[in-house]
């Protein structure tokens, strides 16, 4: 508790001293504990006053410091133990007495008690800054209460020492694919990052990052990962390019290695200080800490959204719905861009930051924050939390007792009620057709139900590997193109229930010649009819940016059916749907010199249509370039 050095040192400089013991003794032994709080060593000055309330065992101040001392090294019942002895011999004492007395009932999980002693403190004391956080324990009592009866599964597993080390290691960050772990390591004073792939079910020997990131002068941390491994946003203090004391920066992975990062600039950076960003999954929104003007405390989750123009929009503060008059910090939006994890010590919990999720509704609004629940969550600060892509475990870094020396990163089960929404993923390599080379390509996802981009950016240009996070309970167009290429078209349909493991795909595209066919997944009809339907719009559009890029390129709309029912009605409908996608070009300015349509019935199947899935896939709308 940030405040407890400065409620025992007060008394020690002032109270204590103005009434001390008639025992020499005792009293030497008394004023030998400041020089040790001073340079904070608190075990020899728990050892002097406890040597002066044995010479002196009416010392009463001697044991309010002694109890100060406990409890700035978490002896929560010593503490209390000190502190009940100093009421024991006058119970006139100081305000601040009894709430330091509250603060360790409550740290050993005496409620009604802490309770009743905070609202002492109040009647002697109700308008400082302390009487605001004494109100705020009482409603973190009654929480508490009945959180720790209802206790949630937690069993912390340590990563082990391909990841931890003597050294300090915090702050993990992780790709959605669960492959890549990047994580803030301190040696010797300095912060820098390192990483770690997770091969054969165990984590390898971590490696520093990048030299193009990680330096000996400043300090590198608080960082996050785009789902995909590409971007990597994270803080930076005390830079010369720095518009205050801390920044956000990002750098962008270029094949093996990492680019110069670069300061994010205004108006997500200021004068003050901005910290631990947080990216949503379609790379468009970063969520960040600050302490400009304009918050509802301290430190407080702002954030951005990049505008058309491709910059970052003005920094928008998060509201009451999450941010309070204490301090939020660490958040992280987790992959399904709905689910927001973030540390508190404003919200009803157990007294310092507690960790908290919180649901975005579909209209983009955020519910009511929930505690992560006990012991989870502790009488001690938790922060820094991150959530795996399923959903199913969380990473986080703390010194518990099997560690390897300082802080360490461990992984946990999430409990059923506090794991985000069901996500998945495409992974995958773009290749020529013929050559079978990777090429870089823009990869695009769209949801068809809202209608939004969730993922839209280039291939890796060295590998050509992609990776894109797609939300489960929607329907997704999936496109790749890249010049002089026919492009790509797919389907993922994401059901609950139906998706068992991620996709894993090779594309391979062609360069643009007469002859080239591509089938348009991603056009709709109903059963037995020819009127497009509005999910079928995205990805005409995609044609036609590709019919006006490559303007000398004519086609051949093309209408396919299975061989379910009359061939010669199935023939009609088949010519009906591409004769609907041949008018919707020409409504959209494509000349019709450059088009021609055709249905083809059931009479060029491309799967086997004694099965369902075959039959679909034969149902299908395509081109053929007959003209470059």
């Known amino acids: 508790m940030k405040y407890w050095f400065l409620l025992f040192f007060s008394i020690s400089s002032t109270f204590c001293y103005a009434q001390g013991s008639s025992n020499r003794k005792a009293q030497t032994f008394f004023e030998k504990a400041d020089p040790f709080i001073q340079k904070q060593d608190y075990s020899s000055a728990e050892a002097v006053l406890k040597n002066a309330v044995e010479a002196d065992p009416q010392f009463q101040n001697a044991y309010i410091l002694l109890a100060g001392v406990s409890k700035v ?41 802490a309770k009743h002693h905070f609202n002492d403190f109040l009647a002697l004391d109700g308008s400082s800054d302390r009487a605001r956080k004494a109100k705020k324990y009482l409603l973190d009592c009654d929480f508490a209460k009945v959180a720790i009866a209802k206790p949630v599964k937690y069993s912390p597993i340590n990563l082990g020492n391909g990841v931890n080390t003597t050294d300090a290691e915090y702050f993990p960050a992780l790709t959605a694919d669960g492959e890549t772990l990047i994580f803030t390591r301190q040696v010797n004073g300095n912060e820098d990052f390192w990483t770690s792939q997770f091969k054969n079910n165990s984590w390898n020997l971590a490696t520093p990052l990048s030299t193009r990131i990680n330096t000996t002068k400043y300090n590198e941390g608080a960082q996050t990962i785009s789902p995909d491994g590409k971007y990597l946003f994270f803080t930076g203090c005390n830079r010369p390019d720095g518009l205050g004391r801390c920044d956000i920066y990002v750098s962008h992975r270029e094949g093996k290695d990492w ?45 951005s959204t990049i505008t058309e123009d491709a910059k970052w929009g003005p920094a928008i503060n998060l509201g009451p719905e999450i941010n309070t008059a204490y301090d939020e910090n660490t958040p992280f939006l987790h992959a399904d861009g ?81 794991k985000p929404l069901k996500v ?30 969730v993922f839209d950016d280039y291939t890796d240009p060295e590998t050509g590997q992609f990776l ?62 020819y009127n497009l339907l509005p999910a079928s719009i995205r990805e005409l559009d995609l044609l036609i940016d590709f019919l006006n890029q490559n303007a000398s390129v004519n086609i051949e709309i093309q209408g396919h059916t299975d061989n379910v029912g009359d061939a010669k009605l199935n023939e009609k409908l088949s010519f009906n749907r591409a004769n609907a996608v041949y008018e919707y070009l020409l409504k959209n300015d494509i000349g019709a010199q450059r088009l021609t349509f055709k249905g083809f019935g059931a009479s060029k199947p491309i799967a086997d249509n004694k099965t369902e899935i075959g039959r679909k896939n034969n149902r299908r709308t395509s081109f053929v370039i007959t003209k470059i």
């Open 338 to 418: 709905k689910t927001l994890y973030f540390s508190s010590d404003g919200w009803p919990g157990f007294g310092n930051k507690d960790i908290y999720y919180i649901r975005m509704d579909d209209n983009g609004k955020f519910q009511k924050p929930i505690n992560l629940g006990y012991p989870i969550n502790s009488f001690e600060d938790e922060s820094g939390l991150i959530v795996s892509a399923d959903g199913n475990f969380g990473m986080f870094s703390s010194n518990l007792k099997d560690g390897f020396g300082a802080q360490d990163i461990y992984s946990f089960g999430i409990p059923e009620n506090a």
């Open 73 to 113: 090294q978490k002896k929560y019942k010593d503490s209390k133990s000190a502190y009940q002895k100093a009421l024991l011999i006058n119970k006139n004492v100081s305000p601040e007495v009894i709430y330091g007395l509250a603060e360790v009932e409550f740290a050993t999980q005496e409620y009604d008690k």
């Open 259 to 303: 680019g110069e990062p670069y300061n994010v600039g205004k108006p997500v950076n200021s004068e003050y200080w901005e910290s631990q960003p947080a990216i949503s999954p379609d790379g468009r929104t970063l969520y960040f800490i600050s302490n400009r003007p304009g918050g509802s405390g301290g430190y407080d989750i702002w954030k």
């Open 468 to 529: 894109a996070v797609m939300p489960i309970g929607s329907d997704y167009l999936f496109n790749v193109n890249a010049e002089g290429y026919l492009f790509y078209s797919e389907n993922f349909e994401l059901k609950a229930g139906n998706i068992t493991k991620p996709y894993q795909i090779e594309v391979y595209i062609e360069k643009i010649k007469q002859g080239g066919n591509v089938t348009l997944r991603n056009i709709f009809f109903d059963t037995n009819k």
């Open 424 to 453: 998945s993923y495409v992974k995958g390599i773009v290749r020529d057709k013929d050559s079978k080379k990777t090429i870089e390509s823009n990869v695009q996802v769209i949801d068809l139900k809202t209608n939004k981009t």
